[in-house]
């Protein structure tokens, strides 16, 4: 830890955001390199995160199931793209005993070599779509819609906690249509889904639509992504859903037979958000003093902390207690081994939205001092106004997150005509930046090599938006967002 404290934002921001991580006990690394031990307050998070979306999915008709973390090497090879995307990233198990090696160790037992190598799930498309070509027959049997929460391997090379492991914690949702029309529909349903979710419960505001072909996912048709802009102007993608035609259930003969008796290959989906949305959260709301937390999906809403000498410690805590007992997802911290400064940083750091301080002179006025972790505004409330005011608070505090976010967003969002001027807001302001595109691959990868930033989606409003691209020159039919990304 650092003893310091956090390191600021405009001294060191990686730091800074290692910084919070570690002092808000969200997670630390593993003994396992790239993998992080999420810690018990990052873990709650994560569970009104899974919880409230899980609720969502739900009542769109998508049911849960597990798939297995092992899939055989041959089915990754069967769709081609799918493949050549995450053939880098594979974890490969090839034997399955160890041995004792003489010397107090153990080694790998050489007779223990598997049949066929088996792939840790980088994600699960392929040992899904083998079950469903048996599950799936007949157009009584579609549409196929499930899910599941799961963790997946992806053997990374550069590591930072949330936002790139090598494992970590995800939900991916599949489903399986009988017409192009339907899985569309299926694919536009889910990124509007985790568009209100981040807008509504992590006060996160977003921009969302189609990613370019070199961004899209492997053996996908089309991918659209949700994106995020963080406090130093990069943009952060932590939803997708991939719009994958006919590739899978033609690579894994998945077969149904139509009302008129034809056998025909169905039109699939696949949609997915995971624990990068944690960093997310510290990436945009997160100050000099640690984590800030949109009251919706913090896990603890308020604190109270006592403040008392000894000869009131009873009166206190007994005051205290009646006033927990108004409140709704609050926790009474009557911790003996820590003076209330020290609390009062603690609870800064992890984020908790309200903090309620009670001693002897709140007592003597027949009230408490409520404090906002966002503004650290303080103020003096009666007893019996204490839970409509916390509640009026926890809203302001969801409201003034997202709106700070907004208007920051809206301030680092710039609109160019010519390269040079694309360059320049790239390299001294960042942010997002909305320029013509032809299109070309060869177009975008300049952009790339020159600037570091990628095509981070086609919104709706740059649909149809016609002019030049800043690179050749072209005429082009849209506008793209452009950002350095994560």
Excluded at 14 to 31: C, F, G, M, P, T
Excluded at 195 to 221: H, N, W
Aim: include cysteine; aromatic fraction near 8%.
């Amino acid at each position: 830890m650092n003893k310091k404290g956090i390191t600021t934002r405009e001294e060191d921001y990686s730091k800074w955001y290692l910084d919070i991580v570690d002092q808000a006990d969200l997670a630390e690394n593993s003994s396992v390199r790239g993998a992080m031990v999420i810690k018990p307050h990052g873990y709650a998070i994560w569970e009104n995160i899974q919880k409230t979306l899980d609720g969502k999915i739900k009542e769109h008709g998508v049911v849960n199931t597990y798939f297995p973390l092992l899939i055989p090497k041959s089915f990754l090879s069967r769709e081609a793209s799918h493949v050549k995307g995450f053939a880098k990233e594979c974890a490969i198990v090839t034997h399955h005993r160890l041995i004792d090696d003489g010397k107090g160790g153990v080694v790998v037992d050489p007779d223990s070599k598997l049949e066929e190598e088996l792939v840790i799930r980088p994600t699960s498309e392929t040992v899904m779509y083998d079950t469903f070509s048996r599950w799936i027959t007949s157009w009584r049997d579609l549409p196929l819609q499930i899910n599941q929460w799961a963790n997946v391997m992806r053997w990374e090379m550069r590591t930072r906690p949330f936002l790139r492991t090598s494992e970590f914690l995800w939900q991916e949702g599949h489903t399986v249509h009988e017409t192009k029309e339907e899985a569309v529909e299926e694919v536009l349903w889910a990124l509007n889904m985790y568009k209100s979710f981040a807008e509504e419960y992590l006060a996160m505001p977003v921009i969302a639509g189609k990613k370019s072909q070199m961004e899209k996912f492997a053996g996908a048709d089309d991918t659209y992504g949700v994106e995020a802009l963080m406090q130093d102007g990069k943009a952060l993608q932590f939803g997708t859903s991939h719009d994958l035609g006919q590739n899978f259930s033609k690579a894994f003969n998945i077969l149904y037979t139509d009302k008129a008796g034809k056998q025909q290959n169905p039109w699939q989906t696949s949609w997915g958000v995971s624990t990068r949305m944690m960093g997310a959260l510290i990436l945009v709301h997160g100050d000099d003093k640690g984590l800030v937390l949109p009251p919706k999906i913090s896990p603890i809403k308020s604190v109270i902390v006592p403040i008392y000498s000894d000869s009131e410690k009873d009166k206190v805590l007994q005051y205290s207690e009646k006033v927990a007992n108004q409140l709704e997802s609050v926790k009474l911290d009557n911790r003996e081994n820590m003076s209330p400064g020290a609390k009062f940083n603690e609870l800064e750091k992890k984020g908790i939205p309200v903090r309620i301080e009670i001693g002897p002179r709140d007592i003597s006025k027949k009230g408490v001092t409520l404090v906002r972790r966002d503004t650290g505004e303080k103020e003096f409330v009666k007893v019996k106004k204490v839970a409509n005011r916390v509640e009026e608070i926890l809203e302001d505090i969801q409201n003034n997150l997202y709106n700070t976010a907004l208007t920051r967003r809206e301030d680092n969002t710039h609109k160019v005509s010519s390269y040079d001027e694309f360059k320049d807001v790239i390299k001294n302001k960042k942010g997002f930046v909305k320029a013509h595109w032809c299109e070309d691959p060869k177009c975008e990868e300049k952009i790339k090599e020159d600037t570091k930033a990628t095509t981070r989606c086609l919104t709706e409003d740059g649909v149809g938006n016609k002019g030049k691209c800043i690179v050749c020159g072209k005429e082009c039919e849209n506008e793209w967002t452009f950002a350095i990304a994560y």
